[in-house]
T-cell receptor, first 114, second 110 residues
Framework: GNSVTQMEGPVTLSEEAFLTINCTYT??????LFWYVQYPGEGLQLLLK?????DKGSNKGFEATYRKETTSFHLEKGSVQVSDSAVYFC?????????????FGTGTRLTIIP | DVKVTQSSRYLVKRTGEKVFLECVQD?????MFWYRQDPGLGLRLIYF???????EKGDIPEGYSVSREKKERFSLILESASTNQTSMYLC?????????FGPGTRLTVL
């Protein structure tokens, strides 16, 4: 079955530091990959996605590249801000004729210190 | 903007009570999902629905049921709430590969 393994948190960084949150996956077929972000007190928001190998998703300074050879989709940001403090979830879905559903990782809590 | 709303942000119920969690979306999406979110476990799928009156079990359906009488509304029902159902419940509505989440309902069962 499908599964997602992501870096355990919590992760604490200083403002302007470089961020990497690791994510690897196991899936049958050719999954689409996602990063979601959950800010305090809110639901999840889609941060970025990639639908095929070597695609790079990017949004708000975050990037992640779909690496089929290493089954990975690591999230990176060059210079984090206090406002990036949130919980980040890696997820995948596999094609199912329009009825795809997501499999999530356990989430990584990120705290940025001024 | 797509909007997914949930009936309550916080809810406190007693063991044995019947609990209804409501979710409404305003974008005519066919697919809707209920998850629960617990620390260290991430999001786990409880039930989902691909169309009105259709429902399918997710990974942890035990103790829950759902209702989808109208396209825009997907209800999660706890027939007899138990303390191990204390959790954050998230509803989602989706296009082909873009999910929109509601703000969540934090349910406490005493």
């Amino acid at each position: 079955g499908n599964s997602v393994t992501q870096m355990e948190g919590p992760v604490t960084l200083s403002e302007e530091a470089f961020l990497t949150i690791n994510c690897t996956y196991t899936a049958t077929g050719y999954p689409s990959l996602f990063w979601y972000v959950q800010y305090p007190g809110e639901g999840l928001q889609l941060l970025l996605k990639a639908t095929k190998a070597d695609d790079k998703g990017s949004n708000k300074g975050f990037e992640a590249t779909y690496r089929k050879e290493t089954t990975s989709f690591h999230l990176e940001k060059g210079s984090v801000q206090v406002s990036d403090s949130a919980v980040y979830f890696c997820a995948l879905s596999t094609p199912n004729f329009g009825n795809e559903k997501l499999t999530f990782g356990t989430g990584t809590r990120l705290t940025i210190i001024p | 903007d797509v909007k997914v709303t949930q009936s309550s942000r916080y809810l406190v119920k007693r063991t044995g009570e019947k609990v209804f969690l409501e979710c409404v979306q305003d974008m005519d999406h066919e697919n809707m999902f209920w998850y629960r979110q617990d620390p260290g476990l991430g999001l786990r799928l409880i039930y989902f629905s691909y169309d009105v009156k259709m429902k399918e079990k997710g990974d942890i359906p035990e103790g829950y049921s759902v209702s989808r009488e109208k396209k825009e509304r997907f209800s999660l029902i706890l027939e007899s709430a138990s303390t191990n159902q204390t959790s954050m419940y998230l509803c989602a509505s989706t296009t082909r590969d873009w999910e929109f989440f509601g703000p969540g309902t934090r349910l406490t069962v005493l």
